[in-house]
């Protein structure tokens, strides 16, 4: 899951820690949405659960 957030997106974190990614779980009638948000240039990526397999 991680290695395809990477390729998704590319951005130089700014933060010192080296996290960019804003992860918000919602639970919806047909599974878990996850959405990622970078902070850099707040893209938005929704996930389902099949992307996680
Ligand atoms: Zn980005």
């Known amino acids: 899951m991680e290695?395809?957030?990477k390729s998704?997106?590319?951005c130089n974190p700014?933060?010192?820690?080296?996290a960019k990614f804003a992860y918000?779980?919602?639970p919806t009638g047909l599974?878990?949405?996850i959405k990622v948000e970078c902070d850099v240039c707040?893209?938005?990526l929704y996930?389902?659960?099949e992307f996680l397999i």
Not at 14 to 18: H, M, N, T
Request: hydrophobic share 50%.
């Open 47 to 49: 996930l389902t659960e």
């Open 42 to 44: 707040k893209r938005i």
């Open 8 to 10: 998704w997106d590319t």
């Open 24 to 26: 918000i779980f919602s």
């Open 3 to 5: 290695q395809k957030i």
């Open 14 to 18: 700014v933060d010192v820690a080296g």
């Open 31 to 33: 599974g878990l949405v």
